[in-house]
């Protein structure tokens, strides 16, 4: 499984980006997809999760404004973000995470898009 994320940026706050992550291999509509960033000295943290049931969860302190949603057809996530604040500044990467019988649950990452927003 291979995931490869774009459409990082520099905008100014107020603005909006979309990111997009296409996945790559063995994964079905059933696995769970989701977006975390990394800011820097910062730990990795969790942005937006979407099960395969399209149960969705936000971090609280981008609720209202940024929208997970996934296109299985085309083997996609996404990540609309608006009202950007300088404090979304990070790496974002996308997860995918596969289940099989043989190994159970495993997590796949993608390299990360820089998103940085201007005050």
């Known amino acids: 499984v291979q995931l490869q994320a774009s459409g990082g940026g520099l905008v100014q706050a107020g603005g909006s980006l979309r990111l997009s992550c296409v996945v790559s291999g063995s994964i079905f509509s059933s696995d769970a997809l989701g977006w975390y960033r990394q800011a820097p000295g910062k730990q990795r943290e969790l942005v937006a999760v979407?099960?395969?049931?399209?149960?969705?969860n936000y971090a609280d302190s981008v609720k209202g404004r940024f929208t997970i949603s996934r296109d299985n057809a085309k083997n996609t996530v996404y990540l609309q973000m608006n009202s950007l604040k300088s404090e979304d500044t990070g790496v974002y990467y996308c997860k995918a995470r596969v289940w099989t019988i043989l190994r159970g649950h495993t997590d796949y990452w993608g390299q990360g898009t820089q998103v940085t927003v201007s005050s």
């Open positions: 979407i099960t395969g049931s399209d149960n969705i």
